[in-house]
């Protein structure tokens, strides 16, 4: 009989049973792929090859004048792109670094400090796992409207900074710091801050590029905030105006195609270097993602 | 040895330190995620054009969207449900099946595989709105048009994105093309986590192949993964669904593809029934917990 031995995750070496797994997934990897080649290839085509029939997938003489006339859409209009560029930039790296101060703090309580209303609150953020921002979008706008916030930087910024995954992940991580640390900390003295900032930060920075890069997705490709929110053209983000100049010049206009198709790509380019950066502190950090 | 440990224990159980460490974070929930779902509650049971008060109807919403919305029960609610059920619950077979072929590779490939993956889920929607429209073209200067009447497959374009028939079908593609995001992650990472040791265990103990292997012991010991990827998933689902307006506006042609989600935007956005758009909400929101609960059960401890 031969005895079944158990298969190895995470094989060291390329073995010959691996040949099946690469026939079965590569198919999928291709289907995945090919839209988001084809939108690099899209970006750099030259007029003629945009307007060629039968359509070219790929790009035979890439060219930058798509970005050029993006630039230029820009140029004409009453607002800079550079504006737009500072508003997603600034939003951006507020909301983000205020989510993460915010999440690593409440992680760190709620693992490892003990007071009435910890669980509760834990389990509240559970739940909250399942919130679909999309479905309470009116009582947002009502909320953001009483505050008085509308046409303000603050209205896309202060929603996205409570983000229920990124506290989850963080705490999840934080749960793994040895208890002994903090009491050997707490019998020399510091302070729950001092603890917070020379104990847990550093021990949990997988956990905290996760929850940026988690952060910064939605931030920076969100348009429903400057949609909704801001009326006043000059506070309304990159990703907001990209997707007015997509709507307005694609599909009608092959040029607009071209524009279009460059305009997606600068906006999906920065998540993806972040991405390729940080993606082994994803990796570590998801080990710990369970709901136990 | 007694004095300093009873401290530790005395400022370890500072309700002072938890709250101004949990304070802005609960602040801003409470403002943003937690009063809207409330309000949504409170508005469903009313009726709010936005500029009088609400007048409180009591059940009426949840009774006309039962009885009375046609578009709700015959188009949204069909498709809705076939929609979670392809890209939700599809979507995590297919997000579990990929993370396990690849948590059979070497370290290399299977980085740049996940990345690949996982990529189009970092589109979100908007960016990548303008490349399907694109490619769904509808002359045969259309990508897929051109396409498939070269493989002979079609006669004449389909004017996909007008076509009440296609719409849903694109729709839940692209749903199930850009659903392999962190509850992806989260199941590979958690593959990749198993106590190798398990699994030796279980051959001596009988297991005879890797289906068996899959379901008496990785899947037992991955669960906390498994469940935080089915929420994931769910909830990804339903918030990718506003790509069919972005496709072929709202209302969508025939309201072939339209989602819960767009019949939310529907009332709430166009036509300013904000107490009846709420109602939708609030049965979004129930959708989704329904969704959770079931998962629950599948991989939660029975004993906990």
Redesign the interface.
């Known amino acids: 009989m031969a005895a079944y031995r158990g298969h190895r995750t995470n094989p060291d070496k390329f073995e010959k049973g691996q040949i099946k797994i690469y026939i079965m997934i590569l198919p999928m990897i291709l289907l995945t792929g090919l839209p988001i080649i084809f939108i690099i290839f899209h970006a750099f085509k030259p007029m003629e090859e945009l307007f060629a029939f039968p359509p070219k997938f790929i790009t035979t003489n890439p060219t930058l004048d798509n970005f050029a006339k993006l630039a230029k859409a820009s140029r004409s209009a009453s607002i800079p792109l550079s504006k737009y560029v500072f508003n997603s930039v600034f939003i951006t790296i507020v909301s983000v670094l205020a989510s993460l101060l915010f999440s690593t703090m409440a992680a760190y309580a709620l693992s490892k400090l003990k007071f009435k209303g910890r669980t509760m609150m834990m389990q509240i953020n559970q739940i909250a796992l399942m919130f679909v921002a999309v479905a309470v979008m009116i009582p947002r706008y009502l909320i953001v409207n009483k505050l008085g916030l509308i046409d303000t930087y603050l209205a896309e910024i202060l929603p996205l900074i409570a983000v229920p995954v990124a506290l989850f992940l963080v705490k999840g991580f934080v749960d793994q710091v040895p208890d002994s640390l903090i009491e050997a900390a707490y019998l020399d003295g510091a302070s729950e801050w001092r603890i917070y900032t020379s104990i847990i930060i550093p021990l949990i920075k997988p956990a905290i590029a996760t929850a940026a890069i988690l952060v910064f997705q939605q931030v920076w490709t969100n348009i429903e905030y400057a949609n909704y929110y801001i009326n006043d053209d000059s506070l309304k983000s990159l990703a907001f105006y990209m997707n007015t100049l997509t709507s307005a010049t694609t599909t009608n206009t092959v040029a607009g195609q071209g524009i279009a198709a460059a305009a997606s790509l600068i906006m999906f380019l920065p998540n993806l270097i972040l991405f390729c950066i940080l993606q082994n502190s994803v990796m570590n950090t998801m080990a710990t993602s369970g709901i136990k | 040895m007694f004095l ?1 440990k009873a ?2 224990g005395a ?5 002072r ?6 304070g ?3 602040i ?2 409470i ?7 409330v ?2 509650i409170g ?1 469903s049971f009313t009726n709010f054009n936005t500029i009088q008060t609400p007048k409180v109807v009591g059940f009426l919403n949840y009774i006309n969207l039962i009885t009375a919305d046609d578009v709700f029960m015959k188009y949204v609610l069909p498709n809705t449900v076939k929609y979670a059920l392809i890209v939700g619950l599809g979507g995590y077979a297919l997000a579990f099946l ?1 993370a396990w ?7 290399g ?1 299977r ?1 740049v ?8 889920s ?14 769904f ?1 509808g002359d ?4 897929i048009n ?1 396409w498939l009447m ?1 493989i002979g497959a079609i006669d004449e374009p389909i004017i996909w994105l007008s076509s009440s028939q296609y719409l849903l079908p694109i729709v839940i593609i692209i749903g199930l ?1 850009s659903s ?1 995001g ?1 509850g992806f ?2 199941i ?7 106590d ?1 040791s398990l ?2 265990a ?2 001596i103990d009988g ?4 289906f068996q ?1 899959m379901i008496y012991v990785t899947i037992p010991s ?4 498994m ?2 990827a089915a ?2 998933q ?2 990804g689902a ?2 990718n ?2 790509i069919s307006t972005m496709l072929a506006g709202n209302p969508t042609p025939g309201y072939g593809a339209q989602l819960i ?1 767009n019949h ?2 529907d009332y ?2 166009i036509r300013y029934e ?1 107490g009846y ?2 109602a939708v ?1 609030v049965v ?2 129930l959708i ?2 329904a969704f ?1 609960v079931f998962f629950n059960r599948l991989f939660g401890n029975a004993d906990e």
């Open positions: 300093p401290k530790v400022r370890s159980h500072s309700n330190a938890g709250y101004l460490f949990t802005p974070y609960a801003l929930f403002i943003f995620i937690l009063a809207p779902v309000t949504a508005l990929l072929a690849l948590s059979n590779l070497t370290k490939p980085t595989f996940a990345l690949i993956l996982y990529s189009p970092m589109t979100t929607g908007v960016a990548m709105a303008v490349l399907w429209k694109i490619m073209t045969q200067t259309g990508y051109s070269d093309w392999m962190i992650l989260s590979l990472a958690g593959l990749l986590n198993v190798e699994y030796e279980a051959a297991v005879k192949n890797r292997e991955m669960k906390p993964q469940l935080f929420v994931m769910i909830v339903f918030q669904g506003t989600v939310i935007e709430g956005f904000m758009a709420a909400s979004l929101l989704v917990q959770s």
